[in-house]
Each structure stands twice: as structure tokens, then as C-alpha cells.
Nanobody, 121 residues
Framework: QVQLVESGGGLVQPGGSLRLSCAAS????????MGWYRQAPGKQRELVAA???????NYADSVKGRFTISRENAKNTVALQMNSLKPEDTAVYYC???????????????WGQGTQVTVSS
């Protein structure tokens, strides 16, 4: 049983900052890639940022220079620091993790329930 719990969403003014956190718990052997996706009303879900077990990162062009993804392996946690937020960043943000739950088996993707981020004046 694996659960991803997101926190840190809320309402923030344009230009402000917000920090999202996602903690994985359960029968976890190891975690490979962890990432954040977002989906705005009427839009498709898109990748925001991802980080591998080797700390290699990837960002959407729209957030480069403003967002930073990091992970704390000891706590199976991934965070997304969001600075200089814009109204266009408004969306539901979802945490995703590729997790191995049993020795000898492959990775399986798990999703969190999502957390709302609203950027408005």
C-alpha cells in the first residue's frame, strides 16, 4: 500500500511564492523518479518538473528559473519551490512517483490527489 500526500497549496498574489510538498508512505522499497504535474480547467495535464533518484532535474520551459524541485530521500519526500508566481500558474498540482514496492518487481507509477494553487490579486 502506497500513498502520496500533497500539501502547501493555496491562494497567493502574483509575484508571490509557494512551496509544495509531497510525501510518499507505505510499503516502499525504492523510489525512482518523482515529479509534479498540473492541470488547469479546460487544459490537459502537463509536466511541471521532475527529479530522478540521481537528482537529475527537468523543467517545463514555462517555469524554468522560477520553480525548483528537490527531494529528501530519507523521508521519501519531493518539494516544489515556486517563486515569481503568475496567474497562468493557477492549476491543480499533482505529485507523481515511480515506486518499487517489492523486490524483484518493476516500478509502478503512483499519483497524489492533487492540491489547488491559485494565483490571483
Amino acid at each position: 500500500q502506497v500513498q502520496l500526500v500533497e500539501s502547501g497549496g493555496g491562494l497567493v498574489q502574483p509575484g508571490g511564492s509557494l512551496r509544495l510538498s509531497c510525501a510518499a508512505s507505505g510499503s516502499i522499497i525504492s523510489i525512482n523518479t518523482m515529479g509534479w504535474y498540473r492541470q488547469a480547467p479546460g487544459k490537459q495535464r502537463e509536466l511541471v518538473a521532475a527529479i530522478t533518484s540521481g537528482d537529475s532535474t527537468n523543467y517545463a520551459d514555462s517555469v524554468k528559473g522560477r520553480f525548483t524541485i528537490s527531494r529528501e530521500n530519507a523521508k521519501n519526500t519531493v518539494a516544489l519551490q515556486m517563486n515569481s508566481l503568475k496567474p497562468e500558474d493557477t492549476a491543480v498540482y499533482y505529485c507523481k512517483a515511480d515506486i518499487r514496492i517489492h523486490v524483484g518487481l518493476g516500478l509502478y507509477g503512483y499519483w497524489g490527489q492533487g492540491t489547488q494553487v491559485t494565483v490571483s490579486s
